[in-house]
DNA sequence: AATGAATGAGGGTTCATTCAT
DNA sequence: GATGAATGAACCCTCATTCAT
């Protein structure tokens, strides 16, 4: 398996650094070699080409976000703390991982339509993760019975993605894991029913 | 003023069409002047550079909008009424303009970051709007008052953004106006009180 | 038409140049710029690749060649006096175009096979007037009657350019031309009615 | 010595195969190793390099044909026999071996000067035995005492070889060997004396 | 002897922009 | 103002060869 072989993970190290500095269509794959510290001709040993770079990069650390948030509202009762606590984890996330945020938010919005379609198969895990949220709290009558599924998580995503972004493209100034719980509580409200 | 000269209309008419068609990657210069009948060299006497045009076209677009937006709630007393007919006017208009909601929604955010900052200033106008209409709420009380204005116009945005975007990526295969009140009931509730 | 401009004739003999001193694989695009005094994109704009240089080359020199010879053997009443000229002229052709010879005889035949069919399309018509002859001479009775016209042809074509290839291969050491009456005779005899 | 090893005969009987199938330029090192079922490493225990591979294959092939022609004309009497004799096996050689045809016609001519020279050298052997037929014949006075024989020989060697390009071109459609006969007429004719 | 992971040099082509007419 | 021919910088990927094991 070459995802497990060290210069892989080197490499894609490596690309998001580059990547986050110079910008996706700056990101010479020479570039990225000489930082992993291979020779450029090893990368089409581990990725089939500079896109396949990007897909994997996004594949292996969504895979990780999306464990991570899975073990932790496991934990949780019910779907509004699940809620909450995905909002949370996601903007921890980008918080700890400024490089890996201006990728995410900026550049890999970048690709052209292939590649961003391959981007949302790889979304798709994590947006029927908030679609099984929304129809726990439909169930447990802690939303409105009458909620579209797929509205709610376009406002849920929608909502969660324009902060980070809005915050990359602001240079990070200010500390994003401050807003959690008031957007949390903002989200929660809207697929609530009515007062 | 060059903007009211006819050649600076069909530049921005040819770009509009040219990069729905081919995609932002593939929106030459030199296929926009064709399309616009006249000679490349023209283009430069009437913008900066290619990048130019992108903005001119951004600026054009949005302008328009904001203005109708602007006339329509005008006539609404409550922010209530002005946010859902904010939300219905921005699905009804990219709904009746395909070609723009391709450009807008994939095509412009494949541009560098340079680019999109001047994109997000004239977008800005929009945002403010919205703010607007925010404040009003949270005076009049229709909104909760401690509502942070910032993050709430993001969940407004970011949540019909998502869709539209959804929506295109999609194929613009549904009736995207359908979903208006559904989605203006959720953005209102998430601003409201607590039931 | 381009093919009457300045650069295009610039391109060509720059072109036959930099392909003889270095040899097809390391003729790059962007030394025949240099030499020709053009910049490296205006090559695009008066051929479609790589590959086109070297058909248009080939197409250029070959129906000037052909010309030539078709303008020579009008004047000549039998089909032997015709070959003979032809083999002459074959001869004296690349002679007195040493370059175009290394070109024409070892670098045009490293090209794929793709090139190699087009190269044959514009050969054709040179066989074709080798034919031409071969069946004026079976029909004055100069030659065989019963001479099957392809055999013959691919005799007399094969002979004349594998004896160029030679003498290209050889450095072109020795005067070409003083073989041609001992060649044409030979070939007259061997489409001739037996002794 | 390496030659009488099984894997050096692997690797040749790969390298045929492999530059049959893919074309000269296509035929990378790493699909012969792979073909002859040895580590790429390997072939360079065999061969100094990939050049090597090609020229052994000639020389190989070439030695053998060779033998089996000279074996065969042993046992003729007179030049035209012997001519003729070399003529038929010429055709129905190539005509036995179809992938060979391809990669001795067309693939090995797309070798650069320095490899063809080398070829030129192994082929050497061949048009000895060419010339060894026509100084036989010129004593004999089956053919014309005052032949040049580097012409001569060109004619033969010229004609047949255009003979088996243009069939493997052709896409080796048409049954080459049915033409012996009439070729090495023509041929002997053009090496006898006058009528 | 055999392996195969790693190396790294090398080049055709596009297209935004300029400037002489 | 308008033209459009000319410019030239910029980069991904392949594959023959090596060498530590």
Same mark, same amino acid.
Request: net charge neutral; glycine share 6%.
């Given at each position: 398996m070459k995802k497990n072989k060290p210069k892989y993970k080197q490499i894609i190290d490596a690309a998001v650094m580059v990547?986050?500095?110079?910008?996706?269509?700056?990101?010479?794959?020479?570039?990225?070699?000489?930082?992993?510290?291979?020779?450029d001709g090893t990368i089409y040993l581990y990725f089939k080409?500079?896109?396949?770079?990007?897909?994997?990069?996004?594949?292996?650390?969504?895979?990780?976000?999306?464990?991570?948030?899975n073990g932790?509202?496991?934990?949780?009762? @019910?779907?509004? +703390?699940?809620? /909450?606590?995905? %909002?949370?984890?996601?903007? $921890?996330h980008f918080s700890g991982e400024q490089h890996w945020a201006v990728v995410t938010q900026l550049e890999l919005r970048q690709s052209n339509q292939e590649l961003r379609k391959k981007i949302n198969e790889i979304l798709r895990e994590y947006l029927d993760l908030i679609d099984l949220i929304i129809i726990e709290g439909k169930q447990n009558?802690?939303?409105?019975?009458?909620?579209?599924?797929?509205?709610?998580?376009?406002?849920?995503?929608? @909502?969660?993605? +324009?902060?980070? /972004?809005?915050? %990359?493209?602001?240079?990070? $100034?200010?500390n994003?894991?401050?807003?959690?719980?008031?957007?949390?509580?903002?989200?929660?409200?809207?697929?609530s029913a009515d007062g």
């Open positions: 990547i986050a500095e110079n910008g996706y269509h700056h990101a010479q794959v020479s570039k990225i070699a000489k930082r992993a510290g291979v020779a080409n500079k896109e396949d770079i990007l897909i994997s990069i996004f594949e292996e650390k969504m895979g990780l976000f999306i464990e991570k948030i932790e509202i496991a934990g949780k009762s @019910t779907a509004i +703390e699940k809620l /909450t606590t995905l %909002v949370e984890m996601h903007f $921890k009558q802690e939303f409105k019975p009458e909620l579209d599924v797929r509205l709610a998580r376009q406002m849920v995503f929608g @909502t969660i993605d +324009e902060i980070v /972004t809005s915050w %990359v493209m602001k240079g990070q $100034k200010f994003i894991t401050a807003n959690s719980s008031i957007v949390a509580h903002m989200l929660v409200n809207g697929l």
